[in-house]
């Protein structure tokens, strides 16, 4: 037996016990006469005690202790004189009389602390140590807490888990895929699903009735920062279901979580559409923990001898609290942000609103008093406030604001943690308009339904065709999204076909699912929630990869395991396959 | 709104209600005047009536109903004139006043019901159809339910789920891999994990203590009847442990499983180890829910003048309850059964113990009733039982034994399948020889510790060192199987020289861990689950197949969305890959 007791568990109540534990030397205090040492593993620390005046002998193996040491320990469970009020075993320590080295150490490449000294690469490279200090470890508790919530709540109401194929066949829509060769079918190969989604719309055609699946699903794509080639679905399908009863069910999915493991209550979530979103924070996912929406300045900003905003599409501001102050170093630096290529705006216009009433612009010039008025009534300014305003094509000038408005309350600290603000986004639009293939794409994916009242539009303006597509939104942040499905062949060949699939390519990919459909298909629809992001946001961050136990980092390698790597030449004849590197 | 209640749950107690309920057509009988038809769910079926004189229109549409229909009703619940006890909703049937078609249904290639007229290759073509049968979908329950168990029993004692990584990389060691090519990292390749192995050890030198995980694993084989490509493990490991403490958390897993989901109360498992398994059954998973325990007959039956005896390692023989009325012709079929390839004995000596106490045996010129009586008292034979009796050398004779005992226990019908015999069968030895590359191999992988009172034979005589090793056994196959690990550099670095392994191969393939091995690794153990197996034995049948929602064939093919397939041109330049054909 390794061990009686873990190291978080020993309180007052087991003072005079003798007890046998096991785990690693946290750090040690050798006070000449006494060395203390801190035992550690998962649960907590306990403190040990070693003193010359009872074992001089124990005593100086205690001394060659070293960092990450593995010990086992038999000793007495005593009070400790001075108390430590903050750790769960604070008011006990034991004084060993057996000591144990299980395993040495090496000093370890960064030292195992919440606050250690590593840095990023080394801490992925020897990501097992970084595993053992508590911001990460807790990171993977919350993980496997969250993951249970939500299998027992879906458990409870009906839903099964499924678990569907990982080796399955590549489809070029969408996102590329990692393909696996198939050595018993030279030649063909396997994809991993980016995906379960046909899958569980055949379960449903299958009367699976309620379908979950906690799942990985892959994607080839070039990672940008905090994007992984493997990422891990929450995957949901329910059938005989409108858009309410899938937002119902999901929404109370997501207040159990927020209860459960973040004790707070949220109320019902507020539900947005695409266009309002779009037009109130210029993001499909506005983060709306603060206020700071836009107000189009058009009639009031317009026609008044700035150039600049006349011939601009859209003149869009927000009124920004208590940033009056601003300096002009504050404010060019604002310009400079809302420049640079990854926001790409080519201006700001401010406007302060004095603590006195009156307003100082940049565009005094063109605007008097009275006009920076009709901008403050539109944009409910107070005193106080500094107003920002960007002028260009609505799309561009939009997504510019609303990274600017982020950028803001990021500044103001309005972006609390541990506040949770869920919001769900709905009807988005069916297509958009893909500029390198110049056609159009499903926004979501080719199985979404359109909205029956705007089939009309289909065919003359396809753009304008919102679907029942949905978006669970949090903190500015997408945390799940999903559809109601077709589920009738014809709908689904017509969707195809809008899509630019010829009737063989459909039938190619994706003919086993319209065969499916012309066998009593109910209607159906569902979500999927990214669950590396719910985690990461539950827990306060926004970062995912410290919420993934081995993660990969951005160009898709495993720094631990040095993965990919090449293989033998035995491998690819036994795969008919060749490197073509030139 | 879909549906107020589904098909499964209204009961006279709805009696007057007006329900709305939706679901698919199981079958329908028109009487004329009116017409029945039985709408189904997930969660029953409920009856529908339809009558001419209520309703001339709604009662035309009805007749016009195929199977499988999609259809949504509305109605009210009346009591039935003749009950059916045998379902839920027996006492109730719905007086339809709406109808309305949601989806219409071809005929199906293969009938919807429990006994289906369709073959195995039809029905894995529309699986998804397969999945409307009660059979295929009580399976696919049972899997959900025994998950949320398994994860629900370790979570409550402080297992955490960590999901590891789908993209590794490929070791030589063991079965192949299926590899995943990069294209950011062209030339390179990831492999799927045959078992995420390496990475729970290194949760468990990172401090996770107790890890489990509900994983997909792949393996590239060729597929014997039954395997499948991608397979699911309960895959665990424990910090901190000793053999007897695996052996107890997941001897109570499995007995909670036993009684949550099959109501059985299964006492403590028996434990025996490997030599006595092969010796007493001829298998390293015995099935014993019934007895029929090999007797060795060499003492009683050489050196009797039997030359086919006497020349042979092993003399080993059965004793079959009831059988010895087999008539010649059953005699002889069993002795060509054993011939067959499969089994590859040379032949089978068979002696019956008749009821008036005298014996009639193939070898009647060799052995006399007081020899016979000999075997008998051995082979623990009664009035009226059959002994079988092999001979040859140890391995194969016992194997092929071991064979024919259970398929006479089948014959018998003495492998109930609502019965549960759980086994640990432990001491499994460390190295196996292997013909083909005439060196030792790991028997279960190269990380499980030697026990250390047979270190001493590993180089003198290698397959005699038994390992911590352990397999859990049920009804005669193998459900789970796990090891104590080697936690410490040199013993790992000796155990890879063993298996041939230069020091650059185990560098470069296993470096991570023997680097993970020297900064504190604690001791520890663990056990992988087949999971696909598990729940097939605890739903009373053998083949995994239909326990998994989407199956392969044996040629690892999906045939129902047709994969694996060929991938384009442009998919292949990008990962750099030719295909070599020829």
Known sequence: MYRSHNCGELTISNVGEEVLLSGWVQKSRDLGAMVFVDLRD????????????????????????????????????IERTSKNKKIATGEIEIEVSLLKILNKSDLPPFTIEDNTDGGED???KYRYLDIRRNPIRNNLVLRSKVSMEVRNYLSNIEFLEVETPYLIKSTPEGARDFIVPSRMNGGEFYALPQSPQTFKQLLMVGGVDKYFQIVKCFRDEDLRADRQPEFTQIDCEMSFVEQDDILEVFEGLTRHLLKKINNVEVGEFPRMDYAEAMKLYGSDKPDIRFDMKFAELNDVAKNKGFKVFDSQELVVGISVPNCASYTR??????????KRPQIGATGLIWAKHNEDGTFKSSVDKFFNQEALAQWSEKLNSKTGDLMLVMAGDIDKTRKALGELRLYMAETLGLRDPKKFAPLWVVDFPLLEWDEDSERYHAMH?????PKMEDMHLLSTEPGKVRANAYDLVMNGNEIGGGSIRI???????????????????AKNQFGFLMDAFQFGAPPHGGIAFGLDRLVAIMGGQEIIRDFIAFPKNNSGRDVMIDSPATVSEEQLIDLKLKLDLK
């Open 122 to 124: 080394i801490r992925m």
């Open 42 to 77: 998962r649960y907590g620390i306990t403190q040990l005690t070693f003193s010359d005046e009872r074992d001089t002998e124990l005593m100086a193996s205690a001394q060659k202790l070293g960092r990450e040491f593995v010990i086992q320990v038999e000793g007495k469970v």
């Open 329 to 338: 170093k504050q404010l060019d630096k604002l310009i400079e942000w809302v």
């Open 445 to 449: 994916h080719p199985f979404t339904s």
């Open 487 to 505: 589920h009738d062949k014809s709908t689904q060949e017509m969707m195809f076909s809008h899509l630019g699939f010829t009737e063989e390519e």
